[in-house]
Antibody, heavy 121, light 106 residues
Framework: EVQLLESGGGLEQPGGSLRLSCAAS????????MSWVRQAPGKGLEWVSG????????YFADSVKGRFTISRDNSKNTLYLQMSSLRADDTAVYYC??????????????WGQGTLVTVSS | DIQMTQSPSSLSASVGDRVTITCQAS??????LNWYQQKAGKAPKLLIH???NLEIGVPSRFSGSRSGTDFTFTISSLQPEDIATYYC?????????FGGGTKVEI
């Protein structure tokens, strides 16, 4: 059974940093690209960042480029999102999502339950 | 960036009704269009990929089609458990983009 378990969310001040983690199980982690998708309170879905199965390819939304870094540790089956220079409009539930392909990003057949990030002073 | 214009933003229908949601891409995206269902407080669920391919395990009352840059998602006979918000998503180009969502109510 595929499971994706996010952690690391919480309250952070504007300008601060947070690192989100996503522990994956139930599939061959290195064989699939992964992405982060966020959803601001009461709003729609926004793709944030993606990474290929090997980690060689990384992709970002313009809204987070230069502030967020995506990485993965294939030995630990874990995906990360390092967020810095946080702004109030980064407040959202952040979902970890498994891509259908190894290269990605394309579409997401499994999602985690999400972790809430709140940026406020 | 490719803009996905989804309509309507909300709709109300009765059990058994046929429900149609559309997404228009701002440029040609081939068939690289997916549909998700999100129930309140839950993560999204993939229903259809590549415009018309039903995900395994998804009921056959859900379907998708494409005409040029216009994509249609249909529920042939609305069921109470279909109450949710539905999103389209393109992956022809990075950044991936979602439509604004359609909230379906009974």
């Amino acid at each position: 059974e595929v499971q994706l378990l996010e952690s690391g969310g919480g309250l952070e001040q504007p300008g601060g940093s947070l690192r989100l983690s996503c522990a994956a199980s139930g599939f061959t982690f290195t064989s699939f690209a992964m992405s982060w998708v966020r959803q601001a309170p009461g709003k729609g879905l926004e793709w944030v960042s993606g990474i290929s199965g090997s980690g060689a390819g990384t992709y970002f939304a313009d809204s987070v480029k230069g502030r967020f870094t995506i990485s993965r540790d294939n030995s630990k089956n874990t995906l990360y999102l390092q967020m810095s220079s946080l702004r109030a409009d980064d407040t959202a539930v952040y979902y970890c999502a498994k891509d259908r392909s190894v290269v990605g990003p394309d579409y997401f057949d499994y999602w985690g339950q999400g972790t809430l990030v709140t940026v406020s002073s | 960036d490719i803009q996905m214009t989804q309509s309507p933003s909300s709709l109300s229908a009765s059990v058994g009704d046929r429900v149609t949601i559309t997404c228009q891409a701002s440029q040609h995206i081939n068939n690289y269009l997916n549909w998700y269902q999100q129930k309140a407080g839950k993560a999204p669920k993939l229903l259809i990929h590549d415009a018309s391919n039903l995900e395994i395990g998804v009921p056959s009352r859900f379907s998708g089609s494409r005409s040029g840059t216009d994509f249609t998602f249909t529920i042939s006979s609305l069921q109470p458990e279909d109450i949710a918000t539905y999103y389209c998503q393109q992956y022809d180009n990075v950044p991936l983009t979602f439509g604004g969502g359609t909230k379906v109510e009974i």
